[in-house]
């Protein structure tokens, strides 16, 4: 089993403005391995490039530089090369409001990449082979959920779907643009937990997009910061976590809250203000200015 | 409510200081959304909020936390309805106001003098096509009518410099501005009249975790200088634990559970609370303690029936 | 899966809001998405209940949730056009030929002549049922090539992007500066024989302009739309992505679009056949009112010459508007939902009102508490 290599990845996008033209660098050179049944977690803010990674992997997006290598081979962006490629490599997107088309069943969904890659063709296999990934991903009883509408589903339950689908073809390699960012938070372990298994279980390599450091540092095995299109910091998860070396990633971490620290930020403003000699003076004459002084 | 209450104090005031004064008491609020089945959004809630003070309101999509908050400040538009309640705000002056009997230009009066509030998208709810002088300009001009262009400019460069944004942007439109900067904004815009409750609605959930940071740090200084009392609605709730005096969880339109912070973390009373906290694995913590630990249903994980 | 039905409350309204403000369940916005990818939808009320069960318990599902709902307008306007297109279909069966001259001329209405007779001594009633036909041909034929084209100019040019855009964005506005009504007698008057079919395709072919900027804008922001982009990481071609993924989404803007074009162009027909640049050698409801001008009836207030292709022509039209009001509904449910929500909750208040006498009592006793609180304190 071959890996999945970014090698030197670049992406400038051309901003038009009238007749000015602008590039903006949006990643910078970035390469890593994904082995299959590891997990790489790329972690940033918005504006740092790694949904635009994320894309370019799915072929979404076509690198001004670089090379994607399925098994040490170049795919490109099109034609029977960029089919066996899509069979391999599949993404779940962000927002599984967006991503299931209204209009579809879920067996719609599923059953489409199904017959496009071939992995079923008898109407009866397709049926055998939706219920199969609907039960995979714990969506039963699948019969019911496959006649459903994305509208009658919550945000979990979507987000299984997506997950299915992205499975259906054979996918060895999965990638998950923020899979969970915008779900109810207590369902998104429920939802990790479920990628976690079968990575485990089918020996996927996953790649997990994410701005939370937190379940970055749980779920995967090596952590890779990226900032403004570079990645800053990588290594293994715990290493990045708990001993960061690059001062963006030490900022990160401490600006993540942590349910640790119970009213930490509150104290600390507080102590801060109170430490200064004059604050409590500039207090009181802020208060006054704004208060009754004035209006 | 929270099992920790002591009979004497009012409902929806528990977990609170021994010296507190209240400055906004909501008591037996239920708000319906008037279709076709009638939802009942919140029901029957009580709260009590006290001078100077965080209070959090942490709850997940559909638990009503949003239309409990407009529903505060008169700000419920059809179908939504308050069917029953109370709400007094216990003014500075020693009066009281009581806010659900307020209507046309009394509630206008009111509304952003002593409750103001701070949108989750300020995008949505800046002007695009005024620039920020006169978005601030139109809260003097409704509320203030006596003050001067000079008053006025002056006053709103203050404000923006209150909230770490330069007065130099004062002539800037919302689009120019970044997110961060907006909802700083949007804050100053609350503080414009120095209320005495500001109610937030989600306003750093968009932004990422660094400027969040920075704007909570703002919030929590106003708010030490300012003494107002803040309404802090999210569904972050290791962030609301690390600002707030107090927290209520809403599940399903009722408050579950509402005491301090450090009670909340340390004893979480109510079964949903507790798997609300165990939703946010901790930073530093063990690792691996729940993933791939199995367990990926929704039964499981997913939110509490 | 209580917890399944809880959130499918606040679910249900993001069906037809994808990401709107009050689904972004954490507020995280999609980030580092494309430049040009923005929320295309409207913005819902502040929570997610506000739109959520006015559909009622049952979420409708896919093409039934396209269907206009029953409304006033819908049924009116679906009789109005019935009955039109039935009469028009049936009634030549029951009347006389409408070129037979054997008639007497200028008859009044009578039970033998409903409608009386032309100049020519033909029988009105009968030229009226024949002539809708004609008329319905024209605006079938019009509607279809107008969709056809728009179509393909819009949706194409919206999905593919770029230089076909550019080309395809072009001709559009080209055809839509160019005015109508003029361009259609330049070419009919250059015609010396004019069939119904060379009206029908003229009209046709100068009226798809708008509907295809409209297609077009629609079909970019679909384009933008995750689903999409799942389906083409799926592997899906890009004819299947428009005709599969997009196009069913458009299915009641399209609609709107052809009962639109079809409206526009039976009008144009009754414009141009009574400038007498209609269709030569047929009877449709436009050439009655040529005929009726130019002999005088108004003058003669032969009025049961003119008034009825008139009002044939103005009630299936209006007929199509009325269902066109309703499509518009769906496309924009805040249309709908705005003035049925404020009824409801004025429902709600008065007959809160009436139930009085046992509420103060209740509300008052609760909760003045905490201000013996501040007392004590204080």
């Known amino acids: 089993m071959g890996a999945l290599e970014v090698r030197n990845l670049t992406k400038d996008f051309v901003i038009r403005n009238g007749f000015k033209k602008t590039s903006l660098r949006a990643v910078n050179d970035v390469s890593f391995t994904l082995e299959p049944g590891k997990t790489i977690a790329i972690v940033g803010e918005s504006g740092s490039g790694k949904s635009t990674v994320a894309r370019m992997i799915a072929k979404l997006e076509t690198p001004s530089s670089g090379e994607i290598l399925l098994d040490g081979t170049p795919s490109a962006q099109r034609g029977a090369s960029l089919a066996k490629y899509r069979h391999d490599v599949q993404m779940v997107f962000q927002d599984p409001f967006a991503s299931l088309n209204p209009f579809h069943s879920i067996r719609h969904h599923l059953e489409r990449p199904l017959r496009i890659h071939k992995v079923a063709r008898t109407q009866k296999d397709v049926d055998a082979a939706v219920e199969e990934l609907l039960t995979r991903v714990n969506l039963t009883p699948a019969k019911v959920f496959a006649e459903k509408r994305p509208h009658e589903m919550s945000g979990g339950q979507r987000q299984r779907v997506a997950i299915a689908r992205a499975l259906a073809p054979g996918a060895r390699f999965l990638i998950a643009d923020e899979p969970v960012s915008m779900l109810d938070v207590s369902i998104r372990l429920g939802v990790l937990n479920l990628l976690a298994r079968l990575q485990r279980e089918e020996n996927l390599g996953v790649l997990y997009i994410t701005h939370d450091l937190a379940t970055a540092r749980h779920f995967s095995d090596e952590i890779i910061v990226m900032f403004r299109g570079n990645i800053v910091e990588r290594g293994p998860s715990d290493d990045v976590i708990l001993n960061p070396q690059h001062e963006y990633t030490k900022l990160l971490l401490s600006a993540a809250p942590d349910p640790k620290n119970q009213g930490k930020l509150r104290d600390e403003v507080r102590n801060e203000l109170a430490s200064t000699a004059t604050a409590s003076g500039e207090a009181t004459a802020v208060r006054d200015r704004f208060g009754t002084a004035g209006l | ?305 | ?378």
């Not at chain 3, 009504?181 to 100068?206: D, N």
């Not at chain 3, 900027?213 to 689903?227: G, N, P, T």
């Open chain 2, 1 to 305: 409510m929270s099992t920790s209450t002591v009979s004497a104090r009012p409902a929806g005031d528990a977990g609170a200081g021994p010296g507190a004064i209240p400055v906004l008491t909501a008591s037996n609020i239920s708000i319906e959304y008037q279709v076709t089945p009638v939802v009942q959004a919140v029901k029957d809630v009580s709260l009590t909020l006290h001078r100077g003070e965080i209070l959090g309101l942490a709850g997940e999509s559909g638990c009503g936390k949003t239309t409990l908050a407009y529903g505060l400040n008169q700000l419920l538009k059809p179908p939504a309805l308050r069917t029953s309640g109370e709400i007094v705000l216990h003014d500075k002056d020693g009066h009281d106001i009581d806010v659900a009997a307020l209507s046309g230009n009394a509630l206008r009066a009111f509304r952003w003098d002593k409750v103001s509030m701070v949108f989750q998208g300020a995008m949505n709810a800046l002007n695009p096509v005024i620039s920020i002088k006169a978005q601030l300009f139109d809260v003097f001009d409704t509320h203030r009518p006596g003050m001067s262009r000079k008053e006025k400019t002056q006053r709103s460069r203050e404000l923006l410099e209150l909230v770490g944004v330069d007065p130099k942007r004062l002539d800037s439109y919302a689009h120019e501005l970044s997110g961060g900067m907006r909802q700083r904004v949007m804050i100053a815009m609350a503080l414009a009249l120095n209320p005495q409750v500001m109610i937030m609605d989600e306003p750093t959930t968009a932004l990422d975790v660094v400027v969040q940071r920075g704007i909570l740090r703002e919030i929590m200084r106003l708010r030490e200088q300012l003494g107002f009392a803040v309404i802090f609605i999210t569904h972050d709730l290791p962030m609301l634990l690390e600002i707030s005096d107090r927290i209520a969880v809403m599940l399903q339109g009722e408050i579950v559970e509402l005491n301090s912070a450090e009670a909340i973390y340390a004893a979480p009373a109510h079964e949903y609370t507790r798997k609300l906290l165990a939703s946010f694995p901790s930073l530093t913590g063990e690792r691996g303690a729940f993933v791939r630990a199995g367990g990926d249903t929704e039964d499981n994980t997913g939110e509490v029936a």
């Open chain 3, 1 to 378: 899966m209580a917890d399944d039905i809880r959130e499918a409350q606040a679910v249900t309204p993001a069906a037809d809001a994808a990401p709107a403000a009050s689904v972004v369940v954490d507020g995280l916005p999609p980030e580092n998405h494309t430049p040009g990818i923005e929320p295309d939808v409207p913005i819902t009320s502040p929570d997610a209940f506000a739109v959520a069960s006015t559909d009622g318990p049952a979420p409708k599902r896919g093409l039934r949730a396209m269907l206009p709902r029953r409304s006033g307008k819908l049924i009116v306007g679906l009789a109005l056009v019935i009955a039109i297109i039935v009469f028009s279909i049936i009634g030549p069966f029951f009347t006389q030929s409408p070129t037979s001259t054997e008639n007497q001329q200028y008859l009044p209405p009578s039970s033998e002549h409903w409608l009386g007779t032309n100049h020519l001594g033909v029988d009105i009633f009968a030229q009226l049922a024949n002539g809708g036909a004609g008329s319905l041909m024209v605006g079938l034929v019009a509607g279809t090539l107008a969709l056809v084209l728009s179509l393909c100019f819009g949706i194409i040019a919206g999905y593919v992007g770029g230089w076909t855009d550019e080309i395809l964005k072009f001709i559009t506005n080209v055809m839509l500066v160019i005015p109508g009504l003029p361009l259609v007698i330049v070419i009919s008057a250059y015609l010396s024989t004019r069939s119904l079919w060379i009206v029908a395709l003229i009209l046709g072919f100068t009226a798809w302009a708008g509907a295809a900027i409209v297609l077009r804008l629609q079909a970019k922001s679909l384009r933008s739309r995750d689903y999409v982009y799942a389906a083409k990481v799926a592997g899906e071609k890009t004819h299947r992505i428009i005709l599969v993924e997009i196009l069913p989404n458009l299915l009641p803007l399209l609609a709107a679009n052809f009962l639109g074009a079809v409206l526009l162009a039976i009008l144009g027909e009754a414009g141009l056949s009574y400038l007498g640049l209609g269709p030569s050698g047929s009877i449709t409801w436009g050439t009655i009112l040529n005929q009726a001008s130019a002999n005088g009836a108004l003058a003669q207030q032969m009025w049961w010459w003119f008034v009825p292709p008139g009002l044939m022509i103005a009630l299936f039209g209006c007929g199509l508007a009325l269902i066109n009001f309703s499509i518009d509904e769906i496309i924009n449910p805040k249309l709908r939902q705005a003035p049925a929500a404020v009824k409801s909750v004025r429902k709600a208040r008065k007959s809160r009102a009436t139930q009085r006498p046992s509420g103060p009592s209740a509300v008052a006793s609760a909760p003045v508490a905490p201000r013996d609180d501040e007392k004590v304190k204080a």
